[in-house]
């Protein structure tokens, strides 16, 4: 007897997506930092204070969207397999 699982094949591969855009966002977020003895002005870039936060948030909501994807069907078949 073969088990299905919560989740499908497809939702494994849109929360891998997930997963990337939200390491796409903290590597954007990443670069030079400060030191006591050299300031470094790039720490408030647009990049790492605007964009990095943005498709990070996108991506944690794709993962909400990926995790509660259900495919297109009859929804029949569970009812037809407990009869």
């Known amino acids: 007897m073969k088990q299905k699982l919560a989740l499908s094949k497809v939702n494994f591969i849109l929360i891998a997506i997930g997963a990337v855009i939200i390491i796409a966002g903290l590597l954007l977020m990443t ?11 790039d720490i408030f870039s647009t990049r790492r204070i605007v964009v990095a936060p943005i498709v990070c948030f996108v991506g944690f909501i794709f993962m909400i969207f990926a995790i509660m994807y259900r495919q297109k069907g009859n929804g029949n078949e569970d009812k037809v397999k407990n009869l």
């Not at 670069?31 to 002005?41: I, N, W």
């Open 31 to 41: 670069g030079p930092s400060s030191t006591e003895t050299h300031f470094e002005p």
